[in-house]
């Protein structure tokens, strides 16, 4: 007897296959590009002051763990002084350009100039007028990582939808209450996305502080290790920042699930079940 449900069955297993192929993809991509480097390397004999194989920068991070962790705990602790003063202020301007468009109107446009301006160029500014401590590497976070997060979350303010708002002042609310019950609740998904931006850029910013004058972090690691040519620490060094970079943006998203935890909630499954409600009838 025929089995009807042989088919079903083959292209289940398909579909999963294809799913677990789609999400290994960047991984295996990655590797792939591991793999020819190192035989790059290997067979075409590079020195290391020219060409370290991934191997050796493995090595490196393993034999100096101790000082990449230290220097590490310095630069993730000025990126996350920076993230906060970024969230602080970018939540103040962002419900000022909110409530008052003249302001938004004279301030949106410096905003954006501000961001033509690499960093590792004003760096050297803040160094003379701010001296040789963390106050050059903080302020360096706070531009990469401000711009992100208030032009994200004065988006989210301004596209409310307009009956919420009528009806909070239909009953009668002030606009502290329009800003507690409604605002600042549906602007927080787009407050949450502009986090996670900064969050990627606020290890970088720490890094470009750090390589204009600094006794420690990252950045001082990975100057230190170029002007001797130990090109293999230098590429260990990249590496962290981008373990850094990765877990500061984990770290937003872990934070905006469990401060709002139903933002998450629309799931896959919720889509699914949402369609087929919504599904006609045959």
């Known amino acids: 007897m025929e089995n009807r449900y042989a088919p079903d069955v083959h292209n289940g297993y398909f579909i999963a296959m294809k799913k677990v192929l789609s999400r290994l993809s960047p991984a295996i991509v990655i590797v792939s590009l591991l ?8 067979i075409a004999d590079l020195p290391v002051y020219l060409l370290p194989s991934p191997t050796k920068i493995f090595s490196a991070m393993i034999a100096d763990f101790p ?3 230290y220097h590490s705990g310095v630069t993730v602790l000025e990126a996350l002084i920076g993230m906060a003063i970024s969230f602080v202020v970018a939540v103040i301007v962002g419900i000022l350009m909110d409530m008052f468009p003249a302001f938004k109107r004279s301030i949106y446009p410096i905003l954006v100039v501000t961001q033509t301006i690499p960093v590792i160029v004003l760096a050297p500014i803040l160094i003379i007028y701010m001296g040789f401590g963390w106050g050059p590497k903080i302020l360096t976070v706070v531009l990469m ?3 992100p997060v208030v032009v994200s ?3 989210g303010l301004s596209q409310m939808d307009e009956s919420y708002i009528n009806l909070i002042r239909t009953y009668g609310g002030s606009r502290l209450q329009l800003y507690r019950i409604v605002k600042l609740p549906a602007a927080f998904i787009a407050l949450l996305s502009g986090l996670k931006v900064a969050a990627t850029y606020s290890i970088s910013g720490a890094v470009v502080g750090e390589w204009i004058a600094s006794g420690s972090g990252l950045g001082y690691y990975l100057i230190r290790a170029k002007n001797n040519y130990l090109l293999d ?3 260990a060094s990249v590496v962290v920042i981008i373990i850094l970079s990765l877990l500061m943006n984990g ?7 469990i401060a709002l935890p139903q933002a998450a909630g629309l799931t896959s ?5 949402h369609g087929r409600i919504r599904r006609p009838l045959n």
């Not at 770290?251 to 699930?257: H, K």
Request: glycine content about 4%; aromatic content about 16%; hydrophobic content about 50%.
């Open 35 to 42: 793999v020819i480097w190192e035989l790059v390397v290997r």
């Open 67 to 69: 000082t990449l962790l």
């Open 145 to 147: 990582c401000f711009f």
């Open 153 to 155: 979350f004065s988006d």
């Open 233 to 235: 620490k230098v590429f």
């Open 251 to 257: 770290l937003v998203r872990l934070c905006g699930r």
């Open 269 to 273: 499954k919720t889509r699914k079940k």
